[in-house]
């Protein structure tokens, strides 16, 4: 490699610098007002999602979804935006209890990463669905400053002697 080789990739590493640490740079740089707006605006949009689910608000979820939306719900079945909302708007799962605890919040740039604990109750075809799990909500901040969830992920919390 020559010299120009060099300096061509030291121009480009210099250009590309600004970029990389304009995407992975945590919101820890932001100023501490700042990052706390956005965690709460984060927490605000965790409480649509969860009366969005509780009342099958069909509309309200279609608003906090990407176009391209992904789950993979607990039973280990891919879900898109669409099948989502049309499982609301039929009713075939019906959450009647979800209490969330032990939220947590990352950044990472434009991208918010909650996990939690929930404790569920409701009915699906197969029958009444009642137990524990952890999530996965990933968020991203569009062009528009817009947060939509774009993944979503749920495992079922197994009793220390449960059966595997």
Known sequence: MGLSSFARAGRVAAALLP???G???PLHAMPH?????VRHEIDHL??????????????AMDSLLASDYMAITANG???SK???LDRMRTGSVRITSLDVT???????GSTALVTSRAEVSGTTPEGDLK???????VYIRDAKGIWRIVSFEASRIREPNGHK
């Open 19 to 21: 970029l990389i640490f």
């Open 23 to 25: 995407i992975v740079l």
């Open 33 to 37: 007002a700042e990052r706390h707006e």
């Open 46 to 59: 965790e409480d649509q999602w969860r009366d969005a689910v509780l009342n099958r608000n069909v509309a």
């Open 77 to 79: 079945t891919l879900e």
């Open 82 to 84: 669409e099948e989502t």
């Open 102 to 108: 032990d939220r947590k919040v990352r950044f990472y």
């Open 131 to 137: 137990g524990s799990y952890r999530y996965t909500r």
